[in-house]
């Protein structure tokens, strides 16, 4: 048979069922007498779901089709006649029905990969649902390339530790391509200077958001400020200490009496107590990068 699913439909708009009925018949009058009889049920049903979701599909298509036949664009109200037969036929929700429909959509044309794994029994519906709607929040390329693992980590965990997993993959990806593109502008930042005929000049800068707007105009971060400040240390700066950034208070490297400017480059994630140390004990600066503190005293950290 062949593997493409949106090649199931049949002239009459059904899919074809490549198990025997006779064998379906048999499997429902003896109830399961072992764990091997209900995986084998499970995945029968799993079959079944994925086959609907194809005659689903193709009572959107055949109706979009036909709609098409007036000549004007009557997708949507095509849409809405199929929700709502849908759901008449099947007793439920038209919430519930379009759902189904979108699902539908989604793993016969966007993601085959994850159609094949629940017609084989690899994965659950439920299963299906999150995963979808996880990679839908990625553009296709990103979708496509996280699709693997995503894909691999429904058919061997739990759907507790499934959701978690994908929610960190999705939530990895964003923030590598956000730090990627932070760093590729970083390297065109410029200064750029127009005279007039007036004696007067123009003067702009392609800079960092936060270094243009603060600077020594503003002692206190604001709260997207420090939020990357915490995001980008994960804990507290002080040595050896491991509290976590969120429950730490935002502070300046080089003192804001002393010249220090409110901007990322400046600012670190310090547990309260170390704030009321560093400033006995002479601490001067923190490089993070480079895992160490300089201190003006004659602690063990100078």
């Known amino acids: 048979m062949d593997n493409d699913p949106e090649t199931w439909i049949d002239e009459d708009g059904m899919p074809h069922l490549e198990i025997p009925v006779e064998l379906l018949m048999e499997s429902a009058s003896d109830p399961p007498d072992s764990l091997d009889d209900v995986l084998d049920?499970?995945?029968v049903m799993m079959r079944f779901v994925a086959q609907r979701y194809v005659a689903i599909d193709g009572m959107r298509r055949r109706a979009v089709s036909e709609a098409s036949a007036f000549g004007v664009d009557l997708a949507s109200v095509a849409f809405r006649s199929v929700r709502l037969e849908l759901a008449a036929g099947m007793r439920v929700s038209e919430y519930v029905?379009?759902?189904?429909?979108?699902q539908a959509e989604a793993l016969v044309h966007r993601y085959p990969e994850v159609?094949?794994?629940?017609?084989?029994?690899?994965?659950?519906?439920?299963?299906?649902?999150v995963l979808v709607a996880g990679l839908d929040e990625l553009g296709p390329d990103a979708a496509a390339a996280l699709l693997p693992e995503a894909l691999d980590a429904a058919e061997s965990l739990q759907?507790?530790?499934?959701?978690?997993a994908l929610r960190k993959l999705v939530e990895d990806h964003r923030a590598s391509t956000l730090e990627e593109r932070h760093e590729d502008a970083v390297t065109r930042r410029r200064v750029v200077l127009e005279t007039g005929n007036d004696g007067m000049a123009w003067i702009g800068a392609h800079m960092p958001a936060f270094e243009a707007q603060f600077g020594r105009d503003r002692y206190r971060p604001p709260k997207a400020l420090r939020d990357i400040v915490k995001w980008r240390a994960g804990r507290c700066m002080g040595p050896g200490c491991g509290i976590p950034a969120e429950r730490c208070e935002i502070d300046h490297s080089v003192a804001w009496e002393d010249g220090g400017t409110t901007e990322?480059?400046?600012l670190h994630p310090l547990r309260l107590s170390h704030e009321w140390w560093r400033s006995r004990s002479g601490l001067e600066h923190f490089l993070p990068d480079q895992g160490m503190i300089r201190c003006g005293c004659e602690c063990a950290f100078g």
């Open 97 to 102: 029905a379009e759902a189904m429909l979108q």
């Open 159 to 164: 759907i507790g530790p499934f959701r978690r």
């Open 115 to 129: 159609w094949h794994s629940l017609h084989a029994g690899r994965i659950d519906d439920d299963k299906g649902y």
């Open 41 to 43: 049920l499970s995945h």
């Open 264 to 266: 990322l480059r400046n």
